[in-house]
């Protein structure tokens, strides 16, 4: 499915509040404009609705992610811990992943994530063989899950 055809992550965001659908779609704007090559891999799980982007059609590539929330969105890195987070935004004390918690759009620091985007881009890159990059820019829905503990559910 192309990237403009979003009735189904639409549908997914039906029972958020809206400012948590306005600023997961203004934020997922963000990343497309950005990297409108690349493939949009849409999870909708128990705990939250997960929208990710890669170079490829698998998680494991993914650069980074949108986890959409009852409040408050998560925008993070999958490999954040490699990032050179010079002023000490991202949050996440595992092994890998860090994010940044976003409320409202107008505190995302979009030119500082620019930069923390395009080093986790570029870390994707790293070990994808060139017959794998399906770049195309499309959105692929990996999974739904039938319970869900979210709002309206």
Not at 9 to 32: D, I, N, T
Not at 69 to 79: L, R, T
Not at 144 to 153: D, E, H, L, S
């Given at each position: 499915m192309p990237k403009e055809e979003i009735s189904?992550?639409?549908?997914?965001?039906?029972?958020?509040?809206?400012?948590?659908?306005?600023v997961a779609l203004g934020l997922r704007e963000f990343v497309w404009d950005l990297?409108?090559?690349?493939?949009?891999?849409?999870?909708?799980?128990?705990?939250a609705l997960v929208f990710g982007w890669s170079p490829t059609d698998r998680a494991g590539d993914a650069f980074c992610s949108?986890?959409?929330?009852?409040?408050?969105i998560n925008f993070g890195?999958?490999?954040?811990?490699?990032?050179?987070?010079?002023l000490k935004l991202l949050n996440g004390a595992?092994?890998?992943?860090?994010?940044?918690?976003?409320a409202d759009k107008e505190d995302f620091p979009a030119e500082y994530?620019?930069?923390?985007?395009?080093?986790?881009?570029?870390?994707?890159?790293?070990?994808?063989?060139?017959?794998?990059?399906?770049?195309?820019g499309q959105t692929i829905v990996k999974s739904v899950a039938k319970v869900k503990r979210r709002p309206g559910f």
């Amino acid at each position: 499915m192309p990237k403009e055809e979003i009735s189904e992550l639409v549908k997914f965001l039906l029972p958020y509040p809206e400012q948590v659908k306005v600023v997961a779609l203004g934020l997922r704007e963000f990343v497309w404009d950005l990297y409108p090559d690349c493939i949009e891999l849409i999870y909708d799980n128990y705990n939250a609705l997960v929208f990710g982007w890669s170079p490829t059609d698998r998680a494991g590539d993914a650069f980074c992610s949108i986890a959409v929330y009852a409040q408050y969105i998560n925008f993070g890195f999958m490999k954040g811990n490699e990032l050179d987070d010079s002023l000490k935004l991202l949050n996440g004390a595992g092994s890998q992943y860090r994010y940044i918690r976003v409320a409202d759009k107008e505190d995302f620091p979009a030119e500082y994530i620019k930069l923390l985007l395009e080093a986790a881009y570029q870390n994707s890159l790293y070990g994808i063989k060139p017959q794998k990059l399906s770049v195309n820019g499309q959105t692929i829905v990996k999974s739904v899950a039938k319970v869900k503990r979210r709002p309206g559910f």
